[in-house]
């Protein structure tokens, strides 16, 4: 017990880390995948062709790779980010692109027939998407946001490759100085239980959602 109390400084110190990197991503690639789902689905050829080869290249990449490119590689053409903010930029571009997917998806599984009906019930646009097809979609995403979100707690572990003391760079740290696997598997608890909670919110969030069912 005394050696898991000297380490757990440095871990919740690198568990701040992780949740901050997740934090951030979510509450910025989300409204970015929205905007980039109505790109991908404007009658505007040219922004549509655009956000199409964006979203290629977040898919197509691995998230190290776009996050090695942004810190390491970026600076060759004199754009500079500091640490964490080039972990931020890498990660809202990547998740900002699944997200888009996502709600693609979403909103090409309302049927046009419930935009009819809306007209022919008078009512306008705003209401339509606000009491019609968004708690829809909202709906149909969830599922499939909550997993993104989840491997999203996991992917924050990436930032160790930019010298960012996340929480399983510390568990590192300790078990290559101390020669030991507690601090992995502490670090494995920590995780489970930071996944854990996501799962409990999702949860709650699509029961109150089942109302439209």
């Known amino acids: 017990m005394n050696y898991i109390s000297e380490i757990m400084p440095a871990l919740l110190a690198g568990t701040w880390m992780t949740l901050k990197v997740f934090f951030w991503t979510l509450v910025l690639a989300m409204p970015l995948g929205v905007l980039v789902s109505l790109g991908e689905m404007s009658n ?3 922004l549509k062709w655009l956000v199409e080869f964006y979203v290629w290249i977040m898919r197509g990449t691995p998230l190290l790779l776009q996050l090695i490119f942004v810190f390491y590689g970026l600076p060759i053409i004199g754009i500079v980010f500091p640490r964490y903010e080039a972990a931020l ?6 998740y900002a692109a699944y997200f888009a997917e996502i709600f693609r998806g979403g909103l090409q ?20 998407m606000t009491h019609i097809i968004i708690p829809q979609v909202i709906k149909i995403v969830l599922p499939s946001i909550g997993n993104e979100v989840i491997n999203l707690i996991k992917d924050s ?9 996340d929480l399983l760079r ?11 696997l507690v601090p992995l598997v502490l ?11 996501c ?10 959602f089942s109302y439209y069912r």
């Not at 935009?115 to 339509?128: I, P």
């Not at 572990?157 to 003391?165: A, D, E, F, R, T």
């Not at 799962?199 to 109150?208: G, L, M, P, R, T």
């Open 157 to 165: 572990s990436l930032v160790y490759v930019i010298g960012l003391g």
């Open 187 to 197: 670090v494995g608890v920590i995780y489970l239980l930071l996944i854990s909670l």
């Open 89 to 94: 930029f890498a990660f809202v571009l990547n």
């Open 199 to 208: 799962a409990f919110v999702q949860k709650k969030i699509e029961k109150y």
């Open 109 to 128: 599984s309302i049927s046009e027939g419930q935009f009819e009906a809306a007209q022919v019930l008078r009512l306008s646009r705003f209401q339509t």
């Open 44 to 46: 505007i050829k040219p």
């Open 170 to 180: 510390a568990g590192n740290v300790a078990m290559a100085r101390d020669v030991t």
